[in-house]
Structures are given as C-alpha cells and as structure tokens.
C-alpha cells in the first residue's frame, strides 16, 4: 500500500535553532513530491514540489531536499513566523496525492 | 485577485440533516479537488471536477455524499443524512489545468461538525 509517513509529529526548537523534518514514501512511481504549509485555521499552502533524487529547492529559511525514499525539509535559523504544520505529499498517478499526516512545528522566540 | 473561497467557514448540523459546502475556485481555473482532514491526519481525496464533469471520485463514499462543479456557480459538495463521522474539515482546491495541476490552491477549508 502507498505510503507517506512524516516525522517527528511535533517539533519544538528555539529561535534560531536549526532543525530538519522528514517524509518517507513508498510509492511505485513517484511522479512528484510536494512540500505545503499549513496555518491553523486555514488550507495548506503550496511551498516546493521535486522530481527526481538529488534535486534540492529553497525558499528563504527552507530547503527541501529528495532522495528516492525520503525528502528531507531543512530549516535554516527558524523565526516565530515559521511555526506551522509542515505537509508532504506525493503524487503517483496524473493528479492524486498522497499526504503524510504532517509536522507541527513550534518556534518559540 | 480572490484566492479559493469556502463558505461556510464552520457548519453545524445534527444527525440526519443535510450539508452543502461551497467553493469557488481561483479566477481562470476550471479543475477542482475536495479533501477531508481529521485531527492528526493527512488529507484524504474525495473526488476531482471539472466542470460540467466528475472525473474521480473514488475517494468519496457511494452513499449520502455527491458533489457538483456546473457551468455557472461554485462547486457543490452535498452530504446527505450526516452522522456524527461525518464531521471534518473539508478541503477545497484548484488548478488551472491538469498540465499545471501540481500547484494546487486551497480555500481556508469548511468545520463541519455533526451533532
């Protein structure tokens, strides 16, 4: 069965304390993987898709990273702002996605 | 440039009642997905329109749940008879086209909750 498990649940850093979240698949034709935010209260919010093994994306604090059974989502000297559930999701078929069940992550200043 | 809009934001309704939730895509898409979230879980597809058609919607229970895209007007996700599993956040979200569907947009979802 299709898999995408994220971790840890919840992640708790200091400002400014570098941390990485994780998502693991298991898929049989990976087509794309896919990075969202989520705030409470609202819908996710699109950050990163990659492709194949070894492609890397930034955006400011984060950086998203791709092997062939995991992603790796970096942060970079976390700010309060950053706090959110990070999502990953992976799209197997033309368009549905499989989504892990997220990482809440805590930044406290 | 008006993002995905959900309304209602919260619904409320006790155990056999109807729900309808609402979502307006983006100006210029023309696909639509709804998705189901529940506390500590991932999204869960429902069903994928386009409009005037339904083009998955394995995801969806056969009974009590059908949803709509029309020519004219926002896409409909209709809940007949709700039970108290019913109750979730419900997700919608857009795409221009199934070539750029990767980017997906989200409205601010609907709370439903079953008495």
């Known amino acids: 069965e299709d898999q995408v498990t994220q971790s840890p649940e919840a992640l708790r850093l200091q400002e400014g304390e570098s941390s990485s979240l994780n998502c693991s698949y298991t898929v049989s034709g990976l087509r794309g993987l896919f990075w969202y935010r989520q705030d409470p209260g609202k819908g996710p919010e699109f950050l990163f898709t990659l492709y194949s093994a070894g492609e890397e994306k930034e955006k400011e604090r984060l950086k998203a990273t791709l092997t062939k059974k995991e992603s790796f989502l970096h942060i970079t000297a976390p700010k309060p702002e950053d706090s959110a559930t990070y999502l990953c999701?992976?799209?197997?078929?033309?368009?549905?996605?499989?989504w892990g069940a997220g990482t809440k992550l805590i930044i406290k200043p | 440039n008006a993002g995905v809009m959900q309304n209602p934001r919260h619904l409320v309704r006790r155990r056999g009642q109807e729900a309808r939730l609402r979502c307006s895509p983006m100006?210029?898409?023309?696909?639509v997905y709804w998705y189901r979230q529940l506390p500590e879980e991932g999204l869960k597809f429902m069903v994928y329109?386009?409009?005037?058609?339904?083009?998955?919607e394995s995801g969806m229970p056969k009974e009590r749940f059908s949803a709509e895209f029309p020519k004219e007007g926002p896409s409909i996700l209709r809940i007949q008879q709700v039970v108290r599993g019913d109750s979730a956040a419900y997700f919608c979200?857009?795409?221009?086209?199934?070539?750029?569907?990767?980017?997906?947009?989200f409205g601010s979802g609907t709370q439903l909750s079953v008495l």
């Open positions: 329109l386009q409009k005037e058609n339904i083009i998955d």
């Open positions: 979200a857009s795409s221009p086209g199934q070539e750029n569907n990767e980017k997906l947009f």
């Open positions: 100006k210029g898409h023309s696909h």
């Open positions: 999701a992976v799209q197997e078929g033309n368009y549905q996605l499989i």
